[in-house]
């Protein structure tokens, strides 16, 4: 166990639709950061959060979005869903002390899978 | 732009014998070179990383991994294998682009370990 949460553990859902995915770093942890793992496109890093602050971007569609709360916990918002959203969607969270995403070592959650129909 | 190649997408070895799984990277300056694995319904978990010095860095679970900047490539080592290794491996490469700190992820490589 990794000590890094993630709600709900599947989420069944149909094309157009919106939808959260929820995710508690850590106890202590200040970065999150986000990952979408598909089929088609493997292992993505989508979005990278410090202390509420966005540090880093990677593939994230302009139809997803994130953001980091003051308690910490990070959320993912995914809208209009097409069938190509389907995916295990990751959370990671590391200490963040530097905000630096290479030194950091990342815990990670144990994933949200969204299935889009 | 960063890229990782992992040719091998299934690897299937005797438990007990040695393993290599292959990564080369693609990267203009020194990159940050990390191995994850990932066992069925569980999240990645970090084996080891390289940033600089050493170039043969330890990591957990009895792996290691060779950092040669001449053949781009950081291929992970491990000298006897447990059917508990079974899993997915995933090469990964970090490096700062546009301000931003980004990793790119090889396709990964399944590891089945036979008794």
């Known amino acids: 166990d990794s000590g890094v949460t993630q709600t709900p553990k599947h989420l069944i859902t149909a094309t157009g639709q919106r939808v959260t995915l929820r995710c508690s770093p850590r106890s202590g942890d200040l970065s999150v950061y986000w990952y979408q793992q598909s089929l088609d496109q493997g292992l993505q890093f989508l979005i990278h959060y410090y202390n509420g602050e966005e540090r880093a971007k990677g593939n994230i569609l302009e139809r997803f979005s994130a953001q980091q709360f003051p308690d910490l916990h990070s959320e993912l918002n995914l809208s209009s869903l097409e069938l190509g959203d389907s995916a295990l969607y990751f959370c990671a969270s590391s200490v963040g002390v530097s905000g630096g995403f290479h030194t950091d070592t990342q815990y990670f959650g144990p994933g949200t899978r969204l299935t889009v129909l | 732009a960063q890229s990782v190649t992992q040719p091998d997408i299934h690897i299937t070895v005797s438990e007990g014998a040695s393993l290599e799984l292959r990564c080369n990277y693609s990267?203009?300056?020194?990159?940050?070179l990390f191995w994850y694995v990932q066992s069925p319904g569980q999240g990645l978990q970090l084996l080891l990383k390289?940033?600089?010095?050493?170039?043969l860095v330890q990591g957990i679970k009895g792996f290691e991994a060779e950092f040669k900047r001449s053949q781009s490539s950081f291929n992970l080592r491990k000298p006897s294998v447990h059917w508990s290794d079974a899993a997915e491996y995933f090469c990964a490469v970090g490096a700062n682009s546009g301000g931003y700190q980004k990793v790119t992820f090889g396709t990964g490589t399944k590891l089945q370990v036979i008794p």
């Open positions: 390289y940033f600089s010095g050493d170039t």
């Open positions: 990267y203009g300056a020194t990159p940050y």
